[in-house]
């Protein structure tokens, strides 16, 4: 599913590498958890297995695909058709309703939108389905996110992560602000869902307590040659 080799990267206008990582594979299937200080590279890692950021040297492959070689707007494509992002801060859209933006990555990959309408009858269906799972009431989902709380975004985010069941689930940071029933709501969805589609997900965390429920636990500061420590 995954598989990065000979990695080095180097944010711009930097000649420090803060990636520098000789191979590290996930299977099709995995939960993985990713661990690691502040500051070992665990976000930028993420994004140059979504192809956010493109490496100085190496290769990034991903569903058989490198991802790094890849043309920009096809990187968009292939990002959309089948990775779903929960990111460390969200990226809603502030003034659209819960639901619309759950939605949104069916409006950027036809394959993510006949997957949802595989599931339920419109995607504004399947939003809520996703949604009621997360412990979302019906009372809050045709509100515009602005309004929601910290731990609600997220599970906005979530299920808009999982909408159109995606190969490949990327997760930053997610259950930070949720409390403990929902967290656990929140992780059961994630398995599940990921079970139901083999999935694989890569789920980075600082909390220890949920790293015994995945299948590898990956320590980055192991792995990342780069990273000399705090
Ligand atoms: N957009 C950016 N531009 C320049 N440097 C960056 C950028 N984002 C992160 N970095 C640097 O890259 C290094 C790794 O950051 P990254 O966010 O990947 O770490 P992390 O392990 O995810 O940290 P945390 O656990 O605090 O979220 C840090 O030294 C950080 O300052």
Not at 176 to 188: M, P
Request: net charge neutral; with cysteine; charged share 20%.
């Amino acid at each position: 599913m995954i598989e990065l080799n000979h990695i080095k990267y180097c944010w711009p206008g930097s000649s420090s590498p803060v990636i520098d990582i000789e191979h590290f594979a996930v299977e099709q299937g995995e939960k993985v958890f990713l661990k690691g200080p502040s500051g070992t590279g665990k976000s930028t890692l993420l994004g140059l297995i979504a192809g956010v950021n493109l490496p100085n040297s190496g290769e990034v492959n991903v569903l058989g695909h490198t991802i790094s070689k890849i043309k920009g707007r096809q990187r968009d494509h292939f990002r959309a058709d089948h990775m779903g992002y929960i990111f460390q801060m969200f990226n809603l859209l502030p003034y659209l309703s819960v639901t619309k933006n759950v939605c949104l990555p069916c409006h950027f990959s036809k394959l993510r939108r006949a997957k949802a309408l595989a599931e339920s009858t419109t995607l504004k269906a399947e939003a809520c389905r996703l949604l009621h799972e997360l412990q979302l009431g019906d009372e809050l989902i045709h509100r515009p996110v602005a309004e929601l709380s910290i731990g609600q975004q997220q599970r906005v985010a979530a299920a808009r992560a999982l909408i159109g069941k995606p190969e490949l689930i990327i997760a930053d940071e997610p259950s930070s602000a949720l409390d403990t029933d929902a967290r656990e709501a929140f992780i059961k969805l994630l398995f599940k869902e990921c079970k139901r589609e083999n999935s694989t997900l890569l789920f980075v965390s600082h909390d220890n307590t949920l790293s015994p429920l995945f299948d590898h636990q990956v320590e980055l500061s192991n792995i990342n040659h780069a990273y000399k420590g705090a």
